[in-house]
């Protein structure tokens, strides 16, 4: 990541802080690690080596991290300031030291304390923390990270576009690969590796998930379908869709079907603008499913949601969320319904809003896919 784009975040949350009533963000959750340091690192999945920033609402960030990891953050992130330490156990004081470095023992800290956030610290560490720096009041900062990424700057628009791109080469190439007498796991090992072919990041996976809701794990006959969601990701940033195949040709209830589910994920782009609710977006969908012959969406069943750096961030396209969707956030319309067989029926496409309306960053979800 270049070293603007990351001072760019910096001087966005800082604006924020200043909004807010925050002197500083103490950031230990993997993606927020991610999002401020544009370094990938997969330490953070080593529970026993957190990493940490803090960024003050006025001037430079303190990075904490294990040693190792300190070279390649440097060439991803402008940090002038780090605190290091050689291995296990993680050293709490070192939060102290970086809180008394930039003066905030006074402060009042944002923290990851929000519905949808994730503390990088044990409860334990935390605690500890506290007690070294009884002058720090903590608050939940979450609306300021949710801020920050559900909309998308353009360079990371660029990036879930090659994602999408790379995840659609990838099951253009997967298909054909397919054979009767497969089962779920031995598709999902097809298309897995083809997203590794296609360039998909090797240290931060996607996603592979198939079946049809029926099927189990038995192997593919002539006649039966099965549906994939699956992405790959680019750089960090992921893709996030849906798509159908059938093993043999479809008859003309499958074709209807598969037109019903394509003609309502349509609708429901269609209806993504800026100044629209992500409820509004849920609505639509709904009454299109209703018009088809199904059941409505239930109160907080979604039918879309926002991707990034992780496959499912906010907002949530559902009747229960009032989101105004704005320019620059990412989003994976994907109506849904059940069959009276059980068989699941579900395609996603993803769009990112623009100032008219919104852009559709993948195509191809309304073919059923044929395996010969």
Same mark, same amino acid.
């Given at each position: 990541?270049?070293?603007?784009?990351?001072?760019?975040?910096?001087?966005?949350?800082?604006?924020?802080?200043?909004?807010?009533?925050?002197?500083?963000?103490?950031?230990?959750?993997?993606?927020?690690?991610?999002?401020?340091?544009?370094?990938?690192?997969?330490?953070?999945?080593?529970?026993?080596?957190?990493?940490?920033?803090?960024?003050?609402?006025?001037?430079?960030?303190?990075?904490?991290?294990?040693?190792?990891?300190?070279?390649?953050?440097?060439?991803?992130?402008?940090?002038?300031?780090?605190?290091?330490?050689?291995?296990?156990?993680?050293?709490?004081?070192?939060?102290?030291?970086?809180?008394?470095?930039?003066?905030?023992?006074?402060?009042?800290?944002?923290?990851?304390?929000?519905?949808?956030?994730?503390?990088?610290?044990?409860?334990?560490?935390?605690?500890?923390?506290?007690?070294?720096?009884?002058?720090?009041?903590?608050?939940?900062?979450?609306?300021?990270?949710?801020? @920050?990424?559900?909309? #998308?700057?353009?360079?990371?628009?660029?990036?879930?576009?090659? $994602?999408? &791109?790379? !995840? %659609?080469?990838?099951?253009?190439?997967?298909?054909?690969?397919?054979?009767?007498?497969?089962?779920?796991?031995?598709?999902?090992?097809?298309?897995?590796?083809?997203?590794?072919?296609?360039?998909?990041?090797?240290?931060?996976?996607?996603?592979?998930?198939?079946?049809?809701?029926?099927?189990?794990?038995?192997?593919?006959?002539?006649?039966?379908?099965?549906?994939?969601?699956?992405?790959?990701?680019?750089?960090?940033?992921?893709?996030?869709?849906?798509?159908?195949?059938?093993?043999?040709?479809?008859?003309?209830?499958?074709?209807?079907?598969?037109?019903?589910?394509?003609?309502?994920?349509?609708?429901?782009?269609?209806?993504?603008?800026?100044?629209?609710?992500?409820?509004?977006?849920?609505?639509?969908?709904?009454?299109?499913?209703?018009?088809?012959?199904?059941?409505? @969406?239930?109160?907080? #069943?979604?039918?879309?949601?926002?991707?990034?750096?992780?496959? $499912?961030? &906010?907002? !949530? %396209?559902?009747?229960?969320?009032?989101?105004?969707?704005?320019?620059?956030?990412?989003?994976?319309?994907?109506?849904?319904?059940?069959?009276?067989?059980?068989?699941?029926?579900?395609?996603?496409?993803?769009?990112?809003?623009?100032?008219?309306?919104?852009?559709?960053?993948?195509?191809?979800?309304?073919?059923?896919?044929?395996?010969?």
């Amino acid at each position: 990541m270049a070293h603007d784009v990351i001072a760019a975040r910096w001087a966005r949350a800082q604006s924020l802080m200043v909004k807010q009533g925050f002197d500083a963000l103490l950031i230990t959750e993997k993606y927020n690690f991610w999002y401020f340091t544009g370094n990938l690192t997969r330490e953070l999945e080593k529970k026993m080596r957190p990493m940490i920033v803090l960024l003050p609402a006025g001037g430079d960030p303190v990075v904490i991290v294990y040693r190792q990891a300190e070279k390649s953050i440097r060439k991803g992130a402008p940090v002038n300031d780090f605190l290091t330490y050689e291995d296990v156990p993680f050293p709490i004081e070192l939060v102290a030291e970086a809180v008394s470095m930039r003066g905030l023992t006074k402060a009042r800290i944002g923290a990851e304390f929000g519905q949808y956030e994730r503390f990088g610290m044990s409860i334990g560490q935390f605690e500890t923390t506290k007690e070294q720096l009884p002058g720090v009041t903590f608050s939940d900062a979450s609306a300021i990270f949710e801020e @920050l990424r559900i909309v #998308k700057m353009p360079d990371e628009v660029d990036l879930i576009r090659k $994602a999408c &791109a790379l !995840s %659609l080469r990838a099951w253009d190439k997967a298909v054909p690969r397919f054979e009767f007498g497969m089962v779920n796991n031995d598709l999902k090992r097809v298309l897995a590796a083809a997203l590794i072919e296609e360039g998909s990041d090797f240290d931060i996976a996607g996603h592979v998930t198939m079946g049809n809701g029926i099927h189990g794990n038995e192997p593919y006959r002539k006649g039966q379908t099965v549906w994939c969601d699956f992405g790959g990701t680019w750089k960090g940033y992921q893709a996030d869709l849906a798509r159908r195949a059938i093993f043999g040709e479809p008859d003309e209830i499958q074709a209807e079907y598969h037109r019903q589910i394509s003609e309502i994920l349509h609708e429901e782009i269609a209806a993504i603008r800026p100044g629209i609710r992500a409820s509004d977006v849920a609505t639509v969908a709904s009454n299109a499913m209703v018009k088809a012959g199904y059941k409505p @969406l239930s109160s907080k #069943k979604r039918v879309g949601h926002g991707v990034g750096l992780c496959a $499912a961030e &906010a907002p !949530s %396209l559902s009747l229960a969320d009032d989101t105004i969707l704005m320019p620059g956030m990412v989003l994976t319309p994907e109506p849904r319904f059940d069959l009276p067989t059980g068989e699941r029926m579900h395609i996603e496409e993803m769009v990112v809003v623009t100032e008219t309306g919104c852009e559709v960053l993948s195509h191809g979800a309304d073919r059923l896919a044929v395996v010969a």
